[in-house]
């Protein structure tokens, strides 16, 4: 059974820092493209990152771009998401999942987890 969970949200003041961690069980992703993704309340799920496979190509939706960092250890079938100088608008259940290829919408994916909620207090 493939399971990705999240792990790192909080709660966190404007400005503060917060580190997602996602961690895959059940087979490896290492040849699969992963994303982060978030949904705020009342609103659609948008994209927020995405890395390749090897972890040379990385992309970020303009919002979180210069913020936002997302990494990966395929030795740990992880991705990570490293957020700072955090909004309130950045306030969302985040969510990482896999795909075969890089993409941006969320039905591209075939593997997501739980979601980790971030709130961001002003």
């Known amino acids: 059974q493939v399971q990705m969970v999240e792990s790192g949200g909080g709660l966190v003041q404007a400005g503060g820092s917060l580190r997602l961690s996602c961690a895959a069980s059940g087979r490896t992703f290492s040849n699969s493209a992963m994303g982060w993704f978030r949904q705020a309340p009342e609103k659609e799920r948008e994209f927020v990152a995405a890395i390749s496979w090897n972890g040379v190509s990385t992309y970020y939706a303009d919002s979180v771009k210069g913020r936002f960092t997302i990494s990966r250890d395929n030795a740990k079938n992880s991705v990570y998401l490293e957020m700072n100088n955090l909004k309130p608008e950045d306030t969302a259940v985040y969510y990482c999942?896999?795909?075969?290829?890089?993409?941006?919408?969320?039905?591209?994916?075939?593997?997501w987890g739980q979601g980790t909620q971030v709130t961001v207090s002003s």
């Open positions: 999942a896999a795909h075969a290829r890089v993409a941006y919408t969320s039905n591209d994916y075939e593997y």
